[in-house]
Each structure stands twice: as C-alpha cells, then as structure tokens.
C-alpha cells in the first residue's frame, strides 16, 4: 500500500519549550479543522539561537505562510523570528512564570517599529485564536478556506443561539 504524500506545510507552529505544547496544539486544533497543513518546531531564542534564526530564514523558501510563535516567560522567540523573515508572525504569549504570562505578553506585544508581531491572547484562547488568525491570512486567496471561516462564524453564531435557547426554557421552568 502506497503512503499519501504529505502535504507542503503552510503554516509553522514554533514554541520554546516542550512545557509549552498543551498550550499551541490549540493552534493545531484550529489549522486541522480548516485543512491546514502545518509543522511544529521547538526552538529557543537564547538556547538555540542559530537554529531559530536558520528555520526563520528558510521558511519562505520551504513554503511556510505564516508563522505562529508561543513562548513564555520574557522570551523574545516571536520577536526573533520576526526580525528574519518577511512572513506574517502571530505571537502567542503562554502563562509559564510567577507573572502569569504578563511577561511574555509585553515581551511579544512590544515590538520596536519595523518589527512586527501580531499578539494574541495568553494561553490557550490566543493560541487557538492564532491559529483562526493564520486561517484568515491564507484565506485571503482561497475561496475554499474562506468559505470554511464563514462556516465556522456561523457555527458559533448557533451555539450561542442553542444555549440562550436552553437557558431561557430552564428559567421559565423555575
């Protein structure tokens, strides 16, 4: 039996720890949902320097799209990676010191002029937002993807609708 080729990763996922993997397989959850071919990488601003500026380098040429970025702490790796690479980056700020994540929200968020970073939320709501964010981006030349994100607007449009409904019913019940 033949293996089904893989196909071109658009997006790159890169954290800077494996601690940080619950947090950005949200990111993944969303890519997967939309189809989205994707690589995720562990790579490390201040332990793995060359490497991060390598994969930051080569991502273009391999076929990447958009990068998306979680790290904690006051780790820079979102602002590194954006500093060598022309691509949109989405920063992903994660909860993993005594400041809850305020610290890698300004480290993200902060970027000087010339340097861009998109922020999302800290934690799991910014990495699963990223990963909708890095949907929009590719759907702005794909019918397909963007037909996908009405869908999902609308499927979140009514679950609210169905719990307002549920909620209502119940208090009129008491």
Known sequence: MKKKALSQPKVGILMGSDSDLEVMQEAEKRLDYFGISHETRILSAHRSPLKTLEY??????????????????????????????????????????????????????????????????????????????????????????SAKLAQLKREMASGVEEKDRKLREERQRR
């Open 56 to 145: 930051a380098d080569s991502a273009s040429k391999r076929g990447i799209e958009v990068i998306i970025v979680g790290a904690g702490a006051a780790a820079h790796l979102a602002g590194a990676v954006a500093a060598n690479t022309t691509l949109p980056v989405i920063g992903v700020p994660i909860d993993s010191s005594s400041l809850k994540g305020l610290d890698a929200l300004l480290s993200t968020v902060q970027m000087p002029a010339g340097v861009p970073v998109a922020t999302m939320a800290i934690g799991k709501a910014g990495a699963a937002n990223a990963g909708i964010f890095a949907a929009e981006i590719l759907a702005r030349t794909d019918q397909q993807l």
